[in-house]
């Protein structure tokens, strides 16, 4: 399906948006390959994360007296390489050129020992920079406590920073980077995908109508019954068991074209940021819209008290504050029954409607039942 632009430039925005609703109305639904509406239950990337060090900064790691856990790492780092350090210097140890860091990495499915994944390293004191450091060696392990992959490597930093005399200036993040190719797969994760005799297709945007329509395609270049919609979310795909030719089989029907459902009507609002996006299948009933602004402007003005020369007074400050309130004039816009985006858009552009102003408009459609989409606040 064609995209809808996001309305959080206005009026502009919508203006261009209105222009463009015509030829994406238009348009019939695009057909899409099977590979980009589901995936295939248990084929997984699995999460992983681990604690290290990294070494090698310029003065800009962690603060031992507020971060003592990346001294004690390092201790103990000594300790496993045979490194003991008196007491009296332990307790003194202040480095400045090390960071405790934590360590991300997803783990793609079918990886095995001896690959190579990305990391991502992340600051969790108060080390300034990781700019120019590396990471020592770190398990990475699973949500089963086993670890998976090792990291080490240079930290590449995309920001930059600076500093003198008190004044500073930064692009970007500096208390993370990456380390590309930084990890080695130790373990590979089991999975059930050669085994059974049939798999499961998750539609990642679950649609009754698109899964039976999968379900067709499939049944239509394998034969009947290769496929059951077992409901809006799954189908269930009877494949061959060994696996090269089952292998074979899912990249044949993950080419298959399949026109999916049009999605619901819907409106979605982000009132954090102002954005809201109207899907293009959203009509309104008959109703009558009034908004208008309420502007508070409060004034205070210091003015000089003087007293009488021959009395007992004394000079003072004395506030003086006006409060103006105004009204907008409300404009008034009528709807008829099967009103379409289009002339939403151009209504609302005509007034010269604001984010915050399309947020509460909407919000008051749909409590008055005038809306014919669902809404989702976000």
Known sequence: MPSIPRLHRWPAALAALSLLLATLVAQPARAMAIRDLVSVQGVRTNQLVGYGLVVGLSGTGDQATQVPYTTQSLLNMFQ?????????????????????????????????????????????????????????????????????????????????????????????????????????????????????????????????????????????????????????????????????????????????????????????????SGTVVLGQNVTLGACAVAHGNLSVTINTSYEVSQPNPLGAGQTAVVPKTNVKAKAGKAELLMFRPGVTLEAVVRALNAVGASPSDLIAIVQAMKQAGALHAQLDVI
Request: proline letters at 8%; a neutral charge.
């Open 80 to 272: 496993r390489l045979g490194i003991n350090l008196p007491a009296s210097v332990a307790q003194n140890l202040q480095p400045k050129d090390l960071a405790a860091v934590m360590v991300t990495a997803s783990l793609p499915p079918f990886s095995l020992p001896g690959q190579k994944i990305n990391v991502t390293v992340s600051a969790v004191g108060n080390a300034s920079s990781l700019a120019g450091g590396t990471l020592l060696m770190t398990p990475l392990k699973g949500a089963d406590s086993q670890t998976y992959a090792v990291a080490q490597g240079n930290v590449v930093v995309s920001g930059y920073g600076a500093s003198s005399g008190g004044s500073s200036t930064q692009v970007n993040f500096l208390t993370a980077g990456t380390v590309p190719n930084g990890a080695t797969v130790e373990r590979s994760v089991p999975n059930a995908f050669d085994q059974g005799p049939s798999l499961t297709l998750a539609l990642d945007t679950p649609s009754f109508g698109t899964a039976a329509r999968i379900a067709s395609r499939i049944n239509q270049s394998f034969g009947a019954d290769t496929a059951t919609a077992l409901n809006a979310g799954s189908v269930q795909v009877r494949a061959p068991l060994s696996p090269g030719a089952r292998t074979a089989f899912l990249g044949e029907l993950q080419g298959l074209d399949v026109t999916p459902e049009a999605p619901p009507a819907k409106v979605v609002i982000d009132a954090r």
